[in-house]
């Protein structure tokens, strides 16, 4: 009789396990969890790479595994701007700034589904090829870039001068509208595209004479630059200035800080802080000021970064009105670590604060004066809002 007790235990035992392993969902409690279901020990990431390659039923690349680790404990973090390059995409976004790389002429920032064009250079392959700004590239040569950083999804644009690349665009339903349109290709030729980093005109508006100084980018010469067009427009008579900042993704910390100091004698710029980094403040550059005429900075949805900095410094220091749509949110700053197998580490380490405690992460820089460039007419609206909203200076 025991015998026979002991043989059905087995047996109920055996079918609980079985239906347990086709229902995994299946609660399983008190002891019988202890016969079919022990917990699993908690094993280390390593110990769990070893046992795949050893116990998996098919060979598995070694690299692959670790990049897959890697990359699966950034996206872990949730944080857009966090990302792991593989040795490849290391290698290709080191090529992609080395200057002997070429593009397709056009600034761009993150997008959720993969990059968004901010700015379309005239003469560009881009521009010849009908690129506008607000189309989201969501592929590059037929592979999705969604999700990826624009540093990698930028390397994979940019090549030899002469060579192709095809992207995919969708374009927004309407200006300034979250909804996509049909995707479409475009297949451009990669060439080298001469951008200057600051470009100065003289506009007259009602007795006024406006100093229009464009900034492409926050790049290493960014502060030099703007200062050198300043001067020039001095020259000329210049009593007022905008500052256009429009699809500026940003740059240096050192250049936002450059750039501000040109128009802020004193004070603070911008501050940094981090779980593990203590606050950091950066003041104006004595003596680097060139002007206190009445001064507009022009933002748009491209604005970001360092472009943010510049823009919030002037308007919470109360020297700068901002004129455009509230920019991209881009608060918060990344330290790439080089990893031994080649790779990469981009990982957000800090945020910046702003004059008065302000902080610009996702909700961006509201502008005091709310205008948007109609991208369907030769007219620039925007840029006649900032001539608008000086002469509201006396």
Known sequence: MRVTIVILALVAALAAGVY????????????????????????????????IENEFYRKVDGEKLTDGELSGMVKSLKDPYSHYFNPDQNKAFAQSISGKYSGVGMAVNQHDKGLLVTFVYDGSPAKQAGIRREDVITAVDGKSIAGQSSDASVARIKG????????????????????????????????????PVALGKLYKRDGRKIGVVMLAGFTETAGVAVAREIEKLEKRGADSYVLDLRGNGGGRLDQAVAVSSLFLSDGMIVATDGRSRRRTQYDAIKDAVLTADPLVVLVDKGSASASEITAGALKFRDRALVVGVNTFGKGVFQEVTELENGGAISLTVGRYVLPGNHYITKRGLTPDLKAEDDIDTRADEALDASFEALAEFK
Do not use: C, H, M, W
Request: aromatic share 2%.
């Open 160 to 195: 030899p001068e002469g060579t192709y690349v095809t992207l995919t665009a969708r374009r927004p339903k309407r200006q300034g509208g979250e909804a996509l349109g049909a995707e479409r290709d475009y297949r451009l030729q990669r060439k080298q595209i001469e951008i």
């Open 20 to 51: 347990v392993g086709a229902n995994p969902n299946t609660p399983v409690v008190g002891v019988l969890k202890d016969v079919i279901a022990p917990d699993k020990t908690e094993i280390s990431s390593e110990q769990a790479k070893q046992l």
